[in-house]
T-cell receptor, first 115, second 114 residues
């Protein structure tokens, strides 16, 4: 498969375990956060998002937690499956000097799930 | 099916030979963007477009051109490709502002410039 990052932090878990992937953000004014999953050979795929007026949001087997005090975001995957193996990115919109926004991505974490 | 479609998926070419990577979305999104992804450097924005005929440079625009003549299409043009443009390219689209919903990505184009 294609490598999206040779020096990514890696989280290795066993199938059935719960996984927690962390992300620190820098912009205290950010009001929206997104988690993406990127499988080998594919583009980033939206998983879940959260707005800054929430601390927690749940999806199917995934939960995102937001701690604005320490500017920290986490993605929890319950009962991790081999199909969850991928690189996970957090992202947030930043406001540019032009008045437009751009999406700023974290460096990513590689999740490896062993059967 | 809502999607962002890029073509080609893979291309090997030589230095200086003009090439175009097409991107099309069927979600009526006004915002479109091109990124390149390199090992250790993550996703870097090349160009973006707020709407038809409105484009602006991202973080790494040198050596690239774009156009937005129609809302659904946002081609990436390499007028004179060089080996340092060998990379994995992604097109993305969304409604604007970005604080309301996620961007949708294509499956990528792997370019190799020899």
């Amino acid at each position: 498969g294609e490598s999206v990052g040779l020096h990514l932090p890696t989280l290795s878990v066993q199938e059935g375990d719960n996984s927690i992937i962390n992300c620190a953000y820098s912009n205290s004014a950010s009001d929206y956060f997104i988690w993406y999953k990127q499988e080998s050979g594919k583009g980033p795929q939206f998983i879940i998002d959260i707005r800054s007026n929430m601390d927690k949001r749940q999806g199917q087997r995934v939960t995102v937690l937001l701690n604005k005090t320490v500017k920290h975001l986490s993605l929890q995957i319950a009962a991790t499956q081999p199909g969850d193996s991928a690189v996970y990115f957090c992202a947030e919109p930043h406001l540019l000097n032009t008045g437009f926004q751009k999406l700023v991505f974290g460096t990513g974490t590689r999740l490896l799930v062993s059967p | 099916e809502a999607q962002v479609t890029q073509n080609p998926r893979y291309l090997i070419t030589v230095t200086g030979k003009k090439l175009t990577v097409t991107c099309s979305q069927n979600m009526n999104h006004e915002y479109m963007s091109w990124y390149r992804q390199d090992p250790g450097l993550g996703l870097r924005q090349i160009y973006y477009s707020m709407n038809v005929e409105v484009t602006d440079k991202g973080d790494v625009p040198e050596g690239y051109k774009v156009s937005r003549k129609e809302k659904r299409n946002f081609p990436l043009i390499l007028e004179s490709p060089s080996p340092n443009q060998t990379s994995l390219y992604f097109c993305a689209s969304s409604f604007y502002p970005l604080s309301n919903q996620p961007q949708h990505f294509g499956d990528g184009t792997r370019l190799s410039i020899l």
